[in-house]
Every structure is written in structure tokens, then in C-alpha cells.
């Protein structure tokens, strides 16, 4: 059974930062893409970064030059670095990986940026 656990949210000041981390079980994050998303209060769930299985890297237009995404192939774990961050920002953070047929998701991790 596929499981994602993300960590590392929290309240912090606008212009801090952050770092996300996306662990998997029951399967090997270097051989799928994955992807980071987040939804914000009485909004739908939007992209903000991934990076595929060759180390292709895409950013939602807000986030670029801010949020850097990584992976960590021996710990079966992606990172998302959060920068600068805007009071826009917060939201309950995601992790999604996907193969033919199948799509998991984590449970979330909230973010909170205070002005």
C-alpha cells in the first residue's frame, strides 16, 4: 500500500521560510512523478511545483524564483523549499504521486503566513 506522510508546515512571519518534506512507503519515488499542490481556504486544490521521474521540473507562475523543489532518492523522500513567503501562501500543502491508473495523495500539511 502506497502511503505519502508530509511534515514541516507551520506559522511563520511573511518573508520566512520553510521546508516541506514528502516521505513514501510502498513505492520508489525515483521511478514516478511527483508533485506538490495546495488549497486554500474555501478554494479548490492548485499545482505549485513537480518534478518527474528524469528530474523534469515545472512551478506554478507565483511560486517561481521562491519554492524550489527537490528529491532525496535514498531517503524516498521530496522536498519542497519554501522562500520569501506572502501571506497568499498559506494554505494546506500536498503531496500527490501518480502511475497509469492511480493517483495517492498525502494527508496535508498546513501552512500559515502572517502579514
Known amino acids: 500500500q502506497v502511503q505519502l506522510v508530509e511534515s514541516g508546515g507551520g506559522l511563520v512571519q511573511a518573508g520566512g521560510s520553510l521546508r516541506l518534506s514528502c516521505a513514501a512507503s510502498?513505492?520508489?519515488?525515483?521511478?514516478?512523478?511527483v508533485g506538490w499542490y495546495r488549497q486554500a481556504p474555501g478554494k479548490q486544490r492548485d499545482f505549485v511545483a513537480r518534478?518527474?521521474?528524469?528530474?523534469?521540473?515545472n512551478y506554478e507562475d507565483s511560486v517561481k524564483g521562491r519554492f524550489t523543489i527537490s528529491r532525496d532518492n535514498t531517503k524516498n523522500t521530496v522536498y519542497l523549499q519554501m522562500n520569501s513567503l506572502k501571506a497568499e501562501d498559506t494554505a494546506v500543502y500536498y503531496c500527490?504521486?501518480?502511475?497509469?491508473?492511480?493517483?495517492?495523495w498525502g494527508q496535508g500539511t498546513q501552512v500559515t503566513v502572517s502579514s
Open positions: 500527490k504521486v501518480g502511475w497509469p491508473g492511480n493517483t495517492v
Open positions: 510502498g513505492i520508489t519515488f525515483g521511478f514516478n512523478e
Open positions: 518534478i518527474s521521474r528524469f528530474g523534469d521540473i
